[in-house]
């Protein structure tokens, strides 16, 4: 099936160290986007691909940044985590224009814990 | 961007209808309603969307008040499974157009 694919699950990583979260897809769609949520609260997104035009949203700190290789995957990167960046990290996609709705297909969330 | 407003949270008996009200009074003529959820742990999945008729689908069904001004939506015979978080959201369907996420309705489906 195609599908929005997010790996790892759960990252672990240390205060002040590099981390990389991945996302990858099937579904050729153009449009990815980054979403960051933290407990009990509503997903915030951090930016977004519309094909390779990067589109950072402006109160994203500049601690994240992001790549796409391909149309199929996107990355993550944390460059410092800090304590206040443990959250669960969303991936979505979607296809636009093309469709007569932009519906936004979301992966399952990678856990991020900074010790 | 129109702001919604709905309500913190609602529970519903299993089997029967759950109707998940919405407000949206600023929203401008090309913004659609879209309708989100997110069950615990998992990412956000589409439900539907509408701009001005009533929409239905397998999920669900939306209904849109003729000034626009606040929709429903509608869940016909609720399942444990339907317990998540629903989000109601305006976008318009422009190249950057964002789909920004509010507080949403934390609904309880009760045995």
Not at chain 2, 37 to 63: C, D, F, V, W
Request: proline residues 6%; hydrophobic residues 30%; charged residues 20%.
């Amino acid at each position: 099936d195609a599908m929005v694919i997010q790996n790892p699950r759960y990252q672990v990583t240390q205060f002040g160290k590099p981390v990389t979260l991945s996302c990858s897809q099937t579904l050729n769609h153009n449009v990815m986007y980054w979403y960051q949520q933290k407990s009990s609260q509503a997903p915030k997104l951090l930016f977004h691909y519309y094909d390779k035009d990067f589109n950072n949203e402006a109160d994203t700190p500049d601690n994240f940044q992001s790549r796409r290789p391909n149309t199929s995957f996107c990355f993550l990167d944390i460059r410092s985590p800090g304590l206040g960046d443990a959250a669960m990290y969303l991936c979505a996609t979607s296809s636009n224009p093309g469709t007569s709705y932009n519906e936004q297909f979301f992966g399952p969330g990678t856990r991020l814990t900074v010790l | 961007d129109a702001k919604t407003t709905q309500p913190t949270s609602m529970d519903c008996a299993e089997g029967r209808a759950a109707n998940l009200p919405c407000n949206h009074s600023t929203i401008s003529g090309n913004e659609y309603v879209y309708w989100y959820r997110q069950i615990h742990s998992q990412g956000p999945q589409y439900i539907i969307h509408g701009l001005k008729n009533n929409e239905t689908n397998e999920m669900a069904s939306l209904i849109i008040t003729e000034d626009r001004k606040s929709s429903t939506l509608i869940l016909p015979h609720a399942t444990l499974r339907d317990t998540a978080v629903y989000y109601c959201i305006v976008a318009r369907l422009l190249r950057d157009d964002k789909i920004i996420f509010g507080k949403g309705t934390r609904l309880h489906i009760l045995p």
